[in-house]
Every structure is written in structure tokens, then in C-alpha cells.
């Protein structure tokens, strides 16, 4: 979808749900920023501190994430040093793959390819380095497996999925 934006001219939107670590919040931002300063806008229905959720029910917090997710053409995982620690990390990007998502992994500066969840191993259809053109290649669905060197890697799990 493009629009005009009276800032940056012509721009390209796309709906996204980030899956992150708490901790690794403000890279949301940096992201967006990123990408708009190449004309791309990144509309982020995932739950952060500007929409906070103090929920601890795990069954009532999924049933808040499905339709973020569900809306978004793609998911993002942003890979941070703790990310593959993170139990919702992973249900988020598993949900996301049930959906036929576009699931792309981001490396965030100083993340190491241990650091990447199982769930983004076995599901990306994307894993990328923090470089604005491989991002937004990556969105587009073009699929890139670098390691967190910027190297390239094999797609390790990734498995062609099709919605039921």
C-alpha cells in the first residue's frame, strides 16, 4: 500500500507485529525510523509500552496476541541477546507460522546466531542483519539467511508452509 506522506513523500506501508524481548523495546523504534527514511512505514500492532499489557494469564495474553498477529502480513523478530530466552517469543512466531506469515528475523547489533529463538530457526522465511535494504527485501518476502556476521547461512529449518 503507498501514500503520501508530507514528511518523506510517497511511501510504502505494510502491517507488522514485532516480536521482541521487553528489554529490546526501543530498537522498535529505531526500526520504524530506519525504514521510513527509506520511504517504508511499518504499522506495528504488537503490545509494547505505549499499549502495555499487565495481564499474567498466559491463556488471556494469547488470546490478545492472535488477532495482532493475525492482522499483520508479516512478523518481525527482533533477535536480541535474551530474545531466544522468551516463551512468548517463540508461541508469537509458532502462531504467526500456523497463519502463513511472512516471518522475518532481525538481528540487532551485538546478537549472536545463538541468540536466535527456535521457533525463528525452525519458521523464518527471512533471518537479516540490521541493514535497511535486507530488511525491507526481507518484508517483501524475499527470502535472505544471513548469520549474525552478515554472512550467509542455509535456512536451517525453514519449511515451505501453506494456511490450512
Known sequence: ?????????????????????GKDEEHIGKLKSLLESKGYQLKNSSI??????DAHNKEYIKSLLRPRIEWAGTVICLIGDKTATREFVDWEV??????GKNIVGIFL??????DIPDSV??????????????????IEEK??????????????????RETC
Open 109 to 114: 547489533h551485538g546478537a549472536s546466531d545463538s
Open 1 to 21: 500500500i503507498w501514500y503520501i506522506n508530507s514528511k518523506n513523500g510517497f511511501m510504502k506501508s505494510k502491517n507488522v507485529f514485532i516480536s521482541h524481548h
Open 121 to 138: 530457526n525452525q519458521y523464518a522465511d527471512s533471518i537479516v542483519c540490521w541493514n535497511s535494504e535486507k530488511i525491507i527485501n526481507a
Open 94 to 99: 509458532e502462531h504467526a507460522a500456523k497463519e
Open 48 to 53: 509494547d509500552s505505549t499499549k502495555p499489557n
Open 143 to 160: 527470502g535472505t539467511f544471513e548469520n549474525s556476521d552478515g554472512s550467509s547461512r542455509s535456512t536451517f529449518g525453514s519449511v515451505p
